[in-house]
């Protein structure tokens, strides 16, 4: 990626931080202290997917400062990487209150106007989803204790469904699987450079005699196509 694709990414990025803080789409707005629009790099190479804004997010405007973020920290430097190397969102950027969980209505509002666009932009090459919420944009009617760790490779992207930190917090039983998982994904991008590795250069293909020929022949299909019309 160049330096000028990384600065039109931040620049839409940035744009939606905007939209997000000016935001009254849904009720979610009426009880904020800031918007929640996500943070981190505009390359990053993976994107977390947490559920909502907590009391801490709320005030400071950033996701996952509390003791989840603690904890996606701790994960993250068992891999040997840092906040600083990710971009860290959620389903819904406005805190609901008393951190109850977010209507379909407020999921399909914020979704729509802001995250799958922050996606688009972004263009990660993997995915991974924290807790439930952010698990059914991408893995519907599934359940977190059944495929947690399990990925799923989809338009050239890894979606890897993990615990939220939070219900890790709540059940330190959990903390052998989510380390286990987290261990995934540097895994997964080195997988994403193997899929994406140029073919070797065939020999044959640099001949000049008949069989270089045979093998330029489909390019003509697309000027032949044009004759059905």
Known sequence: MTTQSADSKKTALDAIAVQVN???ACGLHKNRTRGVPGAGPADSE????????????DQKGLPFVGQSGKLLEQLLAKIGMNRDQVFIA????CRPPENRDPMPDEIATCTSAYLFKQIEILSPKVIVTLGRFSMGLFFPNAKISAIHG??????NRAY?????????LRNMG?????????RKIPELIKEHAQRNKPPADD?????GGATGGDENTP??????QLSLF
Do not use: R
Request: proline content about 11%; overall charge negative.
């Open 22 to 24: 000016a935001c009254t």
């Open 46 to 57: 993976i994107l977390f997917i947490g559920e909502g804004p907590g009391f801490h997010e």
């Open 90 to 93: 959620n389903v819904v950027k």
């Open 150 to 155: 399990k990925v799923k490779w989809e338009n």
């Open 160 to 168: 890897l469904p993990l615990y939220h930190p939070a219900a890790v």
């Open 174 to 182: 959990l903390m052998g699987d989510m380390e286990a998982d987290f």
């Open 203 to 207: 020999p044959g293909s640099k001949s």
């Open 219 to 224: 390019k003509e299909e697309p000027p032949q």
